[in-house]
């Protein structure tokens, strides 16, 4: 918990003009090597080291993924979904959550404003194993009082990079 604030207090404002090209570097690939990054910015490898070391103490890296392409693994279909809660209460926030975050298909969870409470992003294999994710696992999630369905037919862009 302490490390957890300890990362807390560091902002933009603490980061050099290295340690913003290490980070747009390592967003962009974070499979580069050590020595690759280093001769990015023209230091030696030992110091790119200490400085990734530190931005990953402090908090700026949160860890390293590898983007698996969905549609090869027959996970072409990708939906949003918006959900209302039946009711604004704690201990069904709280349920909610907790019933989403064992459903394997749901990638993404947001807590937003508007009309709705949530927003989940989906990954199925078709509108056939959709349905069925519907009825038999998100249907049984107790807390939702409604939900609709937005159903992606291309994607244009998608990135996880920040613009720094």
């Known amino acids: ?20 090209k290490l980070l747009t570097i390592l967003g962009n690939d974070s499979s580069i090597t050590k020595k690759e990054l280093a001769a990015k910015v023209n230091l030696s490898p030992s110091p790119v080291f200490e400085r990734v070391k530190k931005l ?15 549609e090869k693994l027959n996970y072409g279909l990708i939906v949003f979904c918006s959900i209302k809660l039946k009711q ?7 349920s909610f959550v907790s019933d989403i975050q064992q459903l394997e298909e749901v990638v993404e969870c947001y807590n937003i404003s508007g009309d709705y409470d949530f927003l989940l992003k989906i990954y199925t294999r078709d509108m056939k ?11 049984s999630v107790k807390s ?18 920040i613009k720094l």
């Open 1 to 20: 918990m302490a490390s957890e604030v300890f990362k807390e207090n560091f902002s933009m404002e603490d980061l050099d003009e290295i340690d913003i």
């Open 56 to 70: 990953e103490e402090r908090g700026f890296i949160r860890k390293y993924i590898a983007l698996i392409n969905a």
């Open 88 to 94: 604004h209460d704690k201990n069904i926030g709280k």
């Open 129 to 139: 194993h959709y349905q069925d994710f519907v009825f038999n696992k998100l249907g």
């Open 144 to 161: 939702i009082g409604s939900t609709q369905s937005t159903f992606v037919m291309s994607q244009l862009k998608h990135s996880f990079n």
